[in-house]
């Protein structure tokens, strides 16, 4: 089985010493660094590291800005927040309330670092495999589409099936349209169930007809679940 | 096969890429020649400019024409070819009505997702 690199990624490291420590080639972990919001946040459209870590975390005028990133991804990725060793326990109860997994102090210690990544990185796994669960293609639909073609003939329509998934999700939340919404999800639907994809044949079958039935509680939170459910699913899957 | 038998052509209409690609390696077992277009209008084109002997077409089309109306334009082309066999394949057959896909001119249908089994004896019976 290939062991999968953690990242970990780190947003405004200003405080170098931090993670940085002259026994990082120790830590079973590589660290990729961001000094923006938007990077990382274009970054995580195609990829996901195991913990995020956000720097700086109790300045008040980034706090909000972070509202969006915390809010989408700390169910498929926990997300740190790093403060000043100044922060109260009530600022810390109100980082977590505002929903950051975690707080660390700064300076931070090589221990406690060390073993709140680990932590983290280990409730992740668990994390991805739950949500997992029913989303890998369907065994007998797979044995099936063995009959007429080879495995690496297969893959190819995986990953086309994978490219034209993901299109089709980034843009699905833009649209307006609520029909426009309803044909792309009935074909993925489609696109889906043929190759395996039950778990998400289901799911776009089910926000599909909410749509169509007009049903204005709940669409927007469905819609928006399913998207980043199944993009999450696709980003992290290989056959 | 006899190798100096003409291969039997099939046309497919469907917009998904997924679909297409799929239902091309399935059909390759039957040593078909296979074009696939993604719309109404395309399939209608392609099938008066050709000679195919089946057409799989997918009833939610893109486009100016869906399935249901390429069909039924294709079927009112005054030419003995417009009796060529065309399969529908939808998506939404458990809660339509089937008698659309007939009443539109369908020799058969296939409901989405594919039973590729299925697609083989369907394909077999109209070509042979």
Known sequence: MEVLQKEIWALNPEAKSIYRSEHQHAYPWRIKEFISLTDLLQELVLSRPQVILIFDTEQHSLFES???????FKHFCPIIGVCDSSHTHEQRQQILAFGFNDCISQPIKENVVKSTLNHWINTSFD??????????????????LLKFMDSAQLADL??????????????????TSHKE????????????????????AESAEQVE?????????????DLIKFVDTTHYFLINFTL | MDNTEEKKKVLIAEDSSVIRNLLKKVLSFEDCEIT??????????????????????DIHLPGTKNGLEATKEIRA????????????ISGNAKNK????????????????????????????????
């Open chain 1, 181 to 200: 919404q309803a044909e792309v999800l009935h074909d993925m639907k489609g696109s889906a169930a043929s190759l395996g994809f039950l778990k998400i």
């Open chain 2, 36 to 57: 696939a277009v993604k719309d109404g209008q395309s399939c209608i084109d392609h099938f008066n400019e050709g000679n195919y002997d089946l057409i799989l077409m």
């Open chain 1, 209 to 221: 007809r909410l749509i169509k039935e007009n049903q204005k509680d709940g669409i927007k939170e």
């Open chain 1, 66 to 72: 972070y509202k969006g990133i915390v809010t989408k």
């Open chain 2, 77 to 88: 082309v005054k030419k003995k070819k417009a009796n060529i066999p065309i399969i529908g």
């Open chain 2, 97 to 128: 009505p089937v008698s659309e896909f007939f009443d539109a001119g369908m020799n058969d249908y296939l409901q989405k997702p594919l039973d590729y089994d299925k697609v083989i004896e369907l394909v077999k019976k109209y070509l042979y």
């Open chain 1, 127 to 144: 994390q991805n495999n739950q949500e997992n669960n029913g989303y890998d293609p369907n065994e007998k639909v797979i044995q099936e």
């Open chain 1, 158 to 175: 995986m990953q086309e099936f994978k490219g034209t998934t993901l299109n089709q999700l980034g843009k699905l939340k833009e649209m």
